[in-house]
Antibody
Framework: EVQLLESGGGLVQPGGSLRFSCAAS????????MSWVRQAPGKGLEWVSA????????YYADSVKGRFTISRDNSKNTLYLQMNSLRAEDTAVYYC???????????????WGQGTLVTVSS | DIVMTQTPLSSPVTLGQPASISCRSS???????????VSWLQQRPGQPPRLLIY???NRFSGVPDRFSGSGAGTDFTLKISRVEAEDVGVYYC?????????FGGGTKVEIK
C-alpha cells in the first residue's frame, strides 16, 4: 500500500525558514518523480515544486523560485521541502504527491499525503 | 502560464441525477509526446485530493465507472452519470503538459 506521510509543519514568523519532509512507502521511491502542492485556507490547489526520481531535475513555481528548495533522499525514501524567506501568503496545507507512472516528467498524481499545515505569522 | 478555467463554480445536484463540469485551458494541452496530460481530482471535505481521471479519459484504479472524462485540445469535461452522496466535494482539473503545472479553480458539487 502506497503511503505518504508529511511532517514538520508549524508556525513560523515572516522571513523565517522551515523544512519539512514526506516519508514514502509501498513503492520504489527512486523510480518516481514527486511534487509538492499547497492549498491556502479555503482556497484551491497550487503546484509548488517537482523533482525527478533521481533528483537530478527540479522545477518550481515562480511564486517560490529562489526561496524554496525541493530535494530527496532515495536511501531514506524521503522527500523534502526547504522553505526560506517565508511570507504570509505561503500559509497553506502542503501536500506531497506521487507521480502516477515511471515517466521522465510529471504527468499526474496518483497518491497524495494527508498534508502538513504551515502558518506564517508574527 | 496555462490558465485552467472551470465552470460552474458550484453545482447543486439531486441524488441520482447527472453532473457535468467543464474545464477550458488557455492553450492547447497536447504534449510534444502526443499525449494530453489533463487529469481530474476530487477533494472531499477535510481530505487530500484524490485522482479520478488521467490523460483526459482514463479512470484511475478503484474509481467508480459513473465518473468519465472527455475532451481534446483546450476543452475538457468531467461527468458523473448518477451523483451519489459520497460524491460531495470539490473537483479540480489539472494540466501537466507544461510547467508550471496548473489547476482549475475548482467546482463544488453539493446535493440539493
Amino acid at each position: 500500500e502506497v503511503q505518504l506521510l508529511e511532517s514538520g509543519g508549524g508556525l513560523v514568523q515572516p522571513g523565517g525558514s522551515l523544512r519539512f519532509s514526506c516519508a514514502a512507502s509501498g513503492f520504489t521511491f527512486s523510480s518516481y518523480a514527486m511534487s509538492w502542492v499547497r492549498q491556502a485556507p479555503g482556497k484551491g490547489l497550487e503546484w509548488v515544486s517537482a523533482i525527478s526520481g533521481s533528483g537530478g531535475s527540479t522545477y518550481y513555481a515562480d511564486s517560490v523560485k529562489g526561496r524554496f528548495t525541493i530535494s530527496r533522499d532515495n536511501s531514506k525514501n524521503t522527500l523534502y521541502l526547504q522553505m526560506n524567506s517565508l511570507r504570509a501568503e505561503d500559509t497553506a496545507v502542503y501536500y506531497c504527491a506521487k507521480q502516477r507512472g515511471v515517466m521522465t516528467t510529471v504527468t499526474d498524481f496518483d497518491y497524495w499525503g494527508q498534508g502538513t499545515l504551515v502558518t506564517v505569522s508574527s | 502560464d496555462i490558465v485552467m478555467t472551470q465552470t460552474p463554480l458550484s453545482s447543486p445536484v439531486t441524488l441520482g441525477q447527472p453532473a457535468s463540469i467543464s474545464c477550458r485551458s488557455s492553450q492547447s494541452l497536447v504534449h510534444s509526446d502526443g499525449n494530453t496530460y489533463v487529469s481530474w481530482l476530487q477533494q472531499r471535505p477535510g481530505q487530500p485530493p484524490r485522482l479520478l481521471i488521467y490523460k483526459i479519459s482514463n479512470r484511475f484504479s478503484g474509481v467508480p465507472d459513473r465518473f468519465s472524462g472527455s475532451g481534446a485540445g483546450t476543452d475538457f469535461t468531467l461527468k458523473i452519470s448518477r451523483v451519489e452522496a459520497e460524491d460531495v466535494g470539490v473537483y479540480y482539473c489539472m494540466q501537466a503538459t507544461q510547467f508550471p503545472l496548473t489547476f482549475g479553480g475548482g467546482t463544488k458539487v453539493e446535493i440539493k
